[in-house]
Every structure is written in C-alpha cells, then in structure tokens.
C-alpha cells in the first residue's frame, strides 16, 4: 500500500521560501507521475505542479511560473516543491499525489500547511 507524507511547511513571511518534501513508501516509486495540489478552505484543489516517473519533464500552473520548482529523486522516493517569493495567496494545505500516467491521481498524502504572513 502506497504511503506519501508531505513535510516542511509551516508559518513563514511574504518573500521568504519553503521546499515542501513528500515521502513515498510502499510501491516502486519510479512507475509514477508526482504530482503537488493546493487547497485553501471552500475552494477547489488545484494542481500546482507535476513531474515526470524520471524527473525529466515538470509543468507548473501558470499562476506559479517562475517561483514553483518540482524536483524528485527517485534512489530516495522523495519528490520536492521548492516555493520562492512566497505570497500570501500561497497559503494553502499542500498535498502529494501519484498517478500512472498523470491523469487521475490514485494515492494522496495527508497534507502540510503553508501559512504565508505579509
């Protein structure tokens, strides 16, 4: 069974920057598209980001272009959400998921909260 646990998000300031970790364990890793969301409270979740099974192709949302980077690494199952020039409209619950083919997303982690203070 597929477990993903998302870390480092916390209280920061406008400007500042936060790389978000989500841990995968229980599949192989590599098979999968990673993907990032947000969601703020009474809206929808938006994908912020996804990465390739190889890391070799990322897409960002345009309203993130330019301060949202998605890296991963597969020898340690770990995907990665670098934030830079955080604004206060970044502050969200951050979620991980997987998919096959990055279409439908099969496994989510529980979330970390990013606050972003101006």
Not at 36 to 44: A, I, L, N, S, Y
């Amino acid at each position: 069974q597929v477990k993903l646990v998302e870390s480092g998000g916390g209280l920061v300031q406008a400007g500042d920057s936060l790389r978000l970790s989500c841990a995968a364990s229980g599949g192989t890793f590599s098979r999968y598209v990673m993907g990032w969301f947000r969601q703020v409270p009474g809206k929808e979740r938006e994908l912020v980001g996804n990465i390739d099974w190889v890391g070799s192709r990322t897409e960002v949302a345009d309203s993130v272009k330019g301060r949202f980077t998605i890296s991963r690494d597969n020898i340690k199952n770990m995907v990665y959400l670098q934030i830079n020039n955080l604004k206060p409209e970044d502050t969200a619950v951050y979620y991980c998921a997987q998919s096959k083919y990055g279409k439908t997303w099969d496994s989510w982690g529980q979330g970390t909260q990013v606050t972003v203070s101006s």
